[in-house]
T-cell receptor, first 112, second 116 residues
């Protein structure tokens, strides 16, 4: 089955700096890659997603890039703010299956 | 639209008991997926239901089961509870797209199950 690896497990940045989280996946048939943000005690919330027919997608301060050949995708957050502090999960799925395989999560801390 | 709702939010059970968790999807969403979240194993897929049928199943023992009703609401059941079943159980709903396109999944707040 699919395996998703996520790095780093923890990341601390100064407010205003950029943060990058990277994920690799094993199943070359995977074609959908969402990123979720989970604050303590809250539900995971989708922040951005990308499909395999697109190489990059941007939404204000958040961007995701996908390299299908290398089977990796990355989340980029620019101009980080304290409210960006949370656990971020990458995930992958294939076909039309609503079966997400998640990475292990990255605890992002934005220091004021 | 109202978001995904789950009941109950918190549950305490003892080993050997069984438990039923409920999930109401976003209005108009027809697919419901269930996930287990633990500190050690992270987020793991349990199963997905659409049109009252289980479409996909994760690698969990048969003690974990679920069902979906005609109004798309879903329940999951865990029988013969074990200490290791303590977790946050999340459900996610999505519309049912066509042409093999995966739809976005929106998560509920979860049910925190503690097994003593």
């Amino acid at each position: 089955g699919e395996n998703v690896e996520q790095h780093p497990s923890t990341l601390s940045v100064q407010e205003g700096d950029s943060a990058v989280i990277k994920c690799t996946y094993s199943d070359s048939a995977s074609n959908y890659f969402p990123w979720y943000k989970q604050e303590l005690g809250k539900r995971p919330q989708l922040i951005i997603d990308i499909r395999s027919n697109v190489g990059e997608k941007k939404d204000q301060r958040i961007a995701v890039t996908l390299n299908k050949t290398a089977k990796h995708f990355s989340l980029h957050i620019t101009e980080t703010q304290p409210e960006d502090s949370a656990v971020y999960f990458c995930a992958a799925s294939r076909g039309s299956a609503r079966q997400l395989t998640f990475g292990s999560g990255t605890q992002l801390t934005v220091l004021p | 639209k109202a978001g995904v709702t789950q009941t109950p939010r918190y549950l305490i059970k003892t080993r050997g008991q069984q438990v039923t968790l409920s999930c109401s999807p976003i209005s108009g969403h027809r697919s419901v997926s269930w996930y287990q979240q633990t500190p050690g194993q992270g987020l793991q897929f349990l199963f997905e239901y659409f049109s009252e049928t289980q479409r996909n199943k994760g690698n969990f023992p048969g003690r974990f089961s679920g069902r979906q009703f005609s109004n798309s609401r879903s329940e999951m059941n865990v029988s013969t509870l074990e200490l290791g079943d303590s977790a946050l159980y999340l459900c996610a709903s999505s519309p049912w797209g066509s042409g093999g396109v995966v739809d976005t999944q929106y998560f509920g707040p979860g049910t925190r199950l503690t097994v003593l």
